[in-house]
């Protein structure tokens, strides 16, 4: 029987900002995968996710995304855990990042993955977002 992480985040320490979390999915035109062949876009609704943690960024992860030569502005940072079976997915072969819109406490913003850590065998997903400047 292998472990399964569906339910690992306790309701207790669940993320809930105001306007909640909605996953935009990716502003992809389509793209070409490894083979070359074109994939063409995949349009999904807005998805409202219901059991996320999201956390500032620890100084660890900041220091990795600046020292792997990353843009990312160390202000910007968030992890996030989600375990009800979504995986997100940063911009990787030619695929556009996921996005998600949540509020930072402030204002409701938009977020854009830049790297995850998914196991979907286990339904779980760790992402590092940062905030996508309009």
Known sequence: MSLD??????????????GGVTLLGSESDGYYDDDGIW???????????SNVSIQPASKKTVEMMIGIGGTANPRDLRELWINDGTMLYPEDDGRAADRLEFSDGLAVRTWKVVQADNRPWHTYCHAIVERVRT
Do not use: H, K, N
């Open 5 to 18: 992480m569906y339910g690992f985040v306790d309701p207790m320490f669940a993320s809930r900002p105001e």
């Open 39 to 49: 994939v063409p876009p995949t349009q999904q609704p807005p998805r409202t996710l």
